[in-house]
Structures are given as C-alpha cells and as structure tokens.
C-alpha cells in the first residue's frame, strides 16, 4: 500500500519537554522505528508537524536586533530542512540500504482565507496565562488556551496547491521513502505566475490530506499522543470511538487548535478518495492499520462504534 504519514509533534518531544536538539534527537530515533516497520511493507510518504520548533525559531529570531526578523515562510523553511534531517538520518540508520529523501515544499494558499483573520494555529513553547498575556502586550502576539497553559498562535490557511508534487512523484518512483510538506509546508501565495512567501504555518494535517489525495494513498494515518479520538474527551462519560463515517465524525466538536485539523483532514481525505484514514498513537502504528488501535475514518461502518 501507499501510506501517507502525518506526524505529530510528539515524534520530536513529549508535552511538557523543553526544545533541546539532543532530546528531540533522541526521540526521533523511537520515532524512526516506528515509521521503519511500514516501510518494510508499504511505499511510504512522511509529512511532520513543526509548532514547537517553528516557534522557537521565531524566539531566536526575535533575540537579536541588528536585522529585521525573519518572517514565517523562510522560519517554515527551516524548521522543514531541521526536522526533515532528524527524521531522514534515523530513518535511514533504521533501513540501510534505502532511499530516504526530505524534499523541501511549497503549499499555495489563499491570501484571502479568513484563517488570517482569525489565527488557530499553536507554535513555541507554552505559558503561564500571566506570561502569555505579558508576551501578547510586548510583542503583540495572538495567543490562545493550550490545555491548561497559553501558547502563541498564527494563521493556518487551508493547502491548495502542491507545488513540488511532480518531483514527490518520481520520488516515489525511485523506492524512496519521502519526507515532504514538513510543517504543513512553506506557504505561498501565487502573484502574476510568481510565487510569493506568505506569513503562516499551514496545519500539517491538512497538508497530509492533500498529499494523500493527490497521490491516491491507500491509507492517511495521522499520528498523534493518544490512544484514539475521544468523545466527550476529559469528562466522565468519555468514549473512544473505534471506527466512524465521516459524515458522523465531521458533525462532532473538537478543539480548532489541537484535535480538529486532525478531524477535518481525515474526513476530506476519505470522502474524496473513498479510502482510509486513522487516528491514533505512533507507537500503535501497526495495530492502527490492521483495526486494533486507533480510530478508523471509512465509509466501511453503519454507525458508529466505540472501544
């Protein structure tokens, strides 16, 4: 089968964890195992998230003052030649032998999306609500509830467009295991046939989605640090759903910033391609494919059903 990947950000850290290369170094390497078991069996395509680094970036880019700061696009960049080289070697040391290539990509996006009227999308590390609302009066950042802290957030815009999806193709052609739309991609926008860096970090979910679309994936499995998608999450009667038909799932509430995007990009992906999508933990990965783990997005199921 061909798989696509969507990494969460606990492939690099754990919640909770402070942003250091060594630790994200090391948890990659569990990470790489994980994603090494498919790829013995299926051709596969890895998309990654980039909230924690992408914001620390923009934290260092800030620190120093002799030049203006670097806007979003060129720090999405960056996070995805980062990221992508942690995940390539660690894949590669896992599968020797092998193709593992991180292609840098381009995602055309909407200017006029109102994503940019209304920004969702977590990055850097969390605060205290007293340190979010300090930082929000210095720096004149947008920041949002992230379970029980406070982190910055930025426009998401929906992908539209795949720029290098051409390149993605051949790629896989060469039994290469693929790292690309890292972070959700570097978001472009299209003027007089140019392309044009936008300010934003798209929602690597979404980006996922779309990839799998445009590739004809047999399978999207977005992982994440839960077990499944819960309803009624944190609350007495809480229920993990097993498997359910987009049209119930799409109808559910989940938070826009955290579990939503993850919602959203497996119900498009299985209602435009009929295929299968799956939520679950990265360390359930196999059990996720075979209907063991996770919960299973698919016009197969009647109704829903629960664990």
């Known amino acids: ?41 299926h051709e596969l395509v890895i998309c990654h998230g980039n909230g924690p680094q992408v914001g620390l970036l923009a934290l260092q880019n800030e620190a120093y003052t002799k030049v203006k700061s670097y806007p979003l696009d060129v720090l999405d960049a960056e996070s995805q030649g980062m990221i992508g080289y942690l995940i390539q070697q660690e894949v590669g ?40 609302k300090e930082l929000a009066a210095t720096r004149g950042w947008q920041i ?18 795949i720029v290098e999806l051409d390149m993605i193709k051949a790629l896989l052609k060469l039994d290469s295991i693929l790292i690309c739309g890292g972070g959700g991609g570097i978001p472009v926008e299209r003027q007089d046939n140019k392309l044009i860096g936008i300010e934003a970090v798209i929602d690597k979910d979404n980006t996922a989605a779309l990839i799998a679309e445009k590739l004809g994936a047999d399978a999207l499995l977005i992982l994440t640090d839960v077990p499944a998608v819960s309803e009624n999450w944190g609350q007495p009667n809480e229920k993990k759903i097993k498997h359910v038909t987009p049209s119930v799932l799409g109808k559910m509430n989940f938070p826009g910033g955290s579990m939503g995007p993850k919602i959203t990009a497996s119900c498009r992906f299985v209602e435009r391609n009929k295929k299968l999508a799956v939520i679950g933990n990265l360390f359930d990965v196999q059990d996720m494919l075979e209907g063991k783990a996770g919960t299973r997005v698919s016009m197969e199921v009647d109704a829903i059903e629960y664990y």
């Open 93 to 132: 040391n896992q599968l020797p032998g092998r193709n593992v290539v991180t292609l840098l990509t381009q995602i055309v996006v909407d200017a006029n999306d109102p994503a940019f009227q209304k920004p969702t999308k977590p990055i850097g590390p969390v605060y205290t609500e007293e340190q979010a």
């Open 144 to 161: 949002a509830p992230d379970n029980n802290h406070f982190r910055r957030v930025v426009p998401s815009p929906q992908p539209k467009e």
């Open 1 to 41: 089968m061909l798989i696509v990947v969507a990494l969460g950000g606990n492939a690099l850290l754990q919640r909770g964890e402070p942003l250091e290369a060594e630790l994200q170094h090391k948890n990659v390497k569990h990470t790489a195992q994980a994603l090494a078991a498919l790829a013995r069996q």
